[in-house]
């Protein structure tokens, strides 16, 4: 069951919004002996983040170890200043996730994925169809959430 958690004045509509809009977030897992975090590309799809990795590496060997993740992204909107550097002030939005990470096995579903992934970085120009050997070759990773906490500063 997913529970939303809003920090300040952030709403669910205002964190879906920023995972939609951007392209860029931070995965956390748990590491051999101390958390793990990378940047990573995804997709925001149906309730749940989306992203690919090689089918061998850390990434996967972590979350095969402990599949419980977070997940975060912000956007900074507007740094305010001012004479005093006790004044300044950042406008922005942030959305950490947590929930539960899975390979998906689902052919159709990962080729969706892997679609929508080359739409959001292919700037609208067209591209090839993603080829089943491609999509064979490659591991696709979906967080099931279970709690979202948005923080918006419109300070």
């Known amino acids: 069951m ?19 809009g951007e392209k860029i977030g931070r995965l956390g897992m748990h590491g051999d002996q101390y958390p793990y975090v990378i940047p990573l590309c995804y997709t925001y799809h149906d309730g749940a983040i989306y992203f690919h990795a090689r089918k061998k590496g850390q990434k996967l060997d972590y979350i095969r170890n402990n599949n419980r993740v977070c997940f975060q992204v912000d956007k ?3 740094l305010r200043t001012a004479s005093s550097p006790c004044d300044y002030s950042l406008k922005y939005t942030s959305v950490i996730l947590f929930g539960l990470a899975e390979e998906v096995q689902d052919f159709n579903e990962k080729a969706e994925v892997l679609d929508l992934l080359t739409a959001a970085f292919s700037n609208g120009q067209p591209t090839t169809p993603i080829e089943k050997h491609e999509i ?3 591991a696709v990773i979906k967080i099931s959430v279970d709690n979202m906490m948005v923080k918006v500063n419109t300070d």
Not at 6 to 18: H, N
């Open 136 to 138: 064979d070759n490659v």
């Open 2 to 20: 997913l529970t939303i958690t809003p920090i300040y004045s952030g709403e669910v509509s205002e964190g879906e919004k920023l995972l939609k």
């Open 76 to 78: 900074v909107n507007t």
